[in-house]
């Protein structure tokens, strides 16, 4: 017999079981993941040298920190491709969600009626 209840709850509690609906949101927190590593490497990163040397009887200590300033080169590339791919994924869930959700219906009402 057919489960009691509304065919669209019914079918959106089943939707979060589906294999390839949770496939869809893994690509989807993948994508955000990118977008986030895109951002964060817009900020350069510090780099710290230290050393130190002994000749002739002289200590010697030299350190340095070296920070590139990214005057033209703001990851600007990377994070529009990221963001686009986010997009993307997001568009694709949705619209799997909602086929899958559709297909579950029909079949809820054709099996009740």
Do not use: C, W
């Not at 509690?13 to 390839?20: E, G, K, N, S, T």
């Not at 895109?38 to 920070?67: E, I, L, M, W």
């Amino acid at each position: 017999a057919p489960p009691e209840g509304d065919p669209e709850a019914l079918a959106q509690a089943a939707l979060a079981r589906q294999p390839d609906v949770a496939a869809a949101v893994a690509r989807h927190r993948r994508s955000d993941a990118a977008v986030a590593i895109a951002h964060a490497q817009r900020v350069p990163n510090p780099n710290v040298t230290a050393g130190y040397k002994r000749t002739s009887g002289a200590d010697t200590f030299v350190a340095g920190v070296n920070v590139a300033l990214p005057l033209f080169d703001r990851n600007r590339g990377a994070l529009m491709s990221a963001v686009a791919e986010q997009q993307a994924t997001d568009l694709d869930a949705e619209a799997l969600r909602a086929r899958r959700k559709a297909e579950m219906v029909a079949i809820l009402v054709a099996a009740r009626e």
